[in-house]
């Protein structure tokens, strides 16, 4: 009767676990956070998400990928707005698709980053004033509404 009762709990933990399955990036299959979610608005109308703005990025600039437009979450306040109005922070020390993805070898020896699809971060604001306490408590450059840089290419 125990062993019984167990199994079902385990059963209704498993099923539990398995409908809030972590919202996934289309493009990468990363694991999405809220504060740096992106939405693609693709060429036929059907809205997927990204993990965040470089990799939406890295997706457009990608050969017979079209994209009408690219929407980002507001790190401060949450909200989406459209990317080319956004402040954007490149380069911080927050790097939410790296937090657990550390990169290591087959003996689990840590290895330095050299490339990342979603490096460096790139952060967005609606506001002005949010970026710049970002910035000063994270570090990274400000990027005004419609300046981001585009992405760079791995070297070779």
């Given at each position: 009767?125990i062993?019984?009762?167990?199994?079902l709990a385990?059963?209704?933990?498993?099923?539990?676990?398995?409908?809030?399955?972590?919202?996934?990036?289309?493009?990468?299959?990363?694991?999405?956070?809220?504060?740096?979610?992106?939405?693609?608005?693709?060429?036929?109308?059907?809205?997927?998400?990204?993990?965040?703005?470089?990799?939406?990025?890295?997706?457009?600039?990608?050969?017979?990928?079209?994209?009408?437009?690219?929407?980002?979450?507001?790190?401060?306040?949450?909200?989406?707005?459209?990317?080319?109005?956004?402040?954007?922070?490149?380069?911080?020390?927050e790097?939410?698709?790296?937090?657990?993805?550390?990169?290591?070898?087959?003996?689990r020896?840590?290895?330095?980053?050299?490339?990342?699809?979603?490096m460096?971060?790139?952060?967005?604001?609606?506001?002005?004033?949010?970026?710049r306490?970002?910035?000063?408590?994270?570090?990274?450059?400000?990027?005004?509404?419609?300046?981001?840089a585009?992405?760079?290419?791995?070297?070779?």
């Amino acid at each position: 009767m125990i062993l019984r009762a167990l199994f079902l709990a385990s059963l209704a933990a498993g099923l539990i676990a398995c409908a809030q399955r972590l919202e996934q990036c289309w493009v990468c299959q990363r694991e999405v956070h809220a504060s740096v979610r992106t939405t693609l608005i693709l060429a036929s109308r059907k809205e997927v998400v990204a993990c965040c703005p470089r990799c939406a990025l890295h997706y457009q600039e990608e050969p017979g990928n079209a994209v009408r437009e690219i929407r980002v979450t507001d790190h401060a306040g949450g909200g989406s707005l459209p990317l080319a109005g956004a402040f954007l922070i490149e380069g911080s020390d927050e790097t939410p698709c790296m937090r657990h993805h550390p990169v290591a070898d087959e003996s689990r020896t840590p290895m330095q980053v050299c490339y990342d699809r979603c490096m460096p971060s790139l952060i967005a604001f609606r506001e002005e004033a949010a970026a710049r306490a970002f910035a000063t408590d994270h570090g990274g450059t400000i990027h005004r509404p419609g300046t981001v840089a585009p992405p760079r290419s791995a070297s070779p």
